[in-house]
């Protein structure tokens, strides 16, 4: 909510533009963070159809396309990332304009067991095709 001071009209700048501007920062590096986790689903998928392509024949069951499973969750985790950045962003900077602003964990400790968990399974896919 913009204030506007009486004696030069102008619009009251945030006491609070430090706070903002990081949470905005880390608003950014999430979404940073979602891009690369959704091109890098991108690749895990590609390299799955290479792999076919070359006639390579994984040890896995062929029919499920591990590749395709892990790029897909990869891509899916991304574009959660970026959702919830939106609304960790949105509440946080309600937050700080109500000068209430407490950090919560529980964001960052879901997106890390969900990137640790298609971690795993990349980790067995490479085994089990190498």
């Known amino acids: 909510m913009s204030q506007t001071e009486p004696s030069t009209g102008k619009r009251a700048t945030s006491k609070r533009v430090t706070d903002h501007l990081a949470n905005e920062r880390t608003f950014l590096a999430w979404i940073r963070t979602g891009l690369a986790t959704i091109t890098f ?8 159809l290479l792999l076919r392509q070359l006639g390579v024949k994984p040890t896995l069951i ?3 396309h591990s590749s395709t499973v892990i790029g897909v969750g990869l891509t899916l985790l991304g574009v959660i990332m970026m959702v919830v950045a939106l609304i960790n962003f949105l509440q946080n900077r309600r937050a700080i304009d109500k000068e209430e602003f407490y950090p919560r964990a529980s964001l960052s400790i879901l997106l890390t067991i969900l990137a640790c968990l298609i971690g795993l399974l990349l980790a067995f896919y490479l085994a089990f095709t190498g």
């Open 41 to 48: 689903g991108f690749v895990v998928q590609r390299f799955g």
């Open 62 to 64: 062929a029919s499920l």
